[in-house]
C-alpha cells in the first residue's frame, strides 16, 4: 500500500515584506524631502565647526550682494519680520542665512534692521563642518 505524505501548506516568501518596507520607507523619504523650501541655489553658506544645529524652518537668506529674500522673494527685513508675526503671537526669532561672500558690514546692517523691526532674537545659521 501506498502512502500518502501529509499535506504541507506553502509558505511565503519572507523576502516579499522586506521588499515592501523598503519601498515604503523610499517613498517616504522622498515626499518628506520634497515638502522642504529648498534655499538659494547660488547660496554659499558661513562654515563653523563647534555650534550646535538648528532648524531652518524660515529664514532671511541674504546674498553675496546684499539682496535679501524670503521663500525665494525679494523682500525687506522689515517685510520678513512682518510676515513672521502674522502666523501667531508669539515673539519673533529672525534667522538669518548669509553668504560666505557677505560683508560683515551688510550683515550687521540687516541684523540692526530686524532688531529696530521689533525681533525678540536674531539668530544667524551657518554650515557645520565635520571634523
Sequence with gaps: MRRV???R?????PEIALINI???LLVFFLVAGSLAAPLDRE???VRTESLDGRALPDALIVR??????HRGEATTPEAYLEALAGRDGAPRVARIVPDRDLPAERLIEVARALQAAGAAEVHLVTERVPR
Excluded at 501548506?9 to 516568501?13: F, H, I, L, N, Q
Design 64 to 69: 553675496p550682494d546684499g539682496a535679501t529674500l
Design 9 to 13: 501548506r506553502a509558505r511565503g516568501e
Design 22 to 24: 523598503v519601498f515604503l
Design 43 to 45: 547660496l554659499s553658506l
Design 5 to 7: 505524505p501529509p499535506y
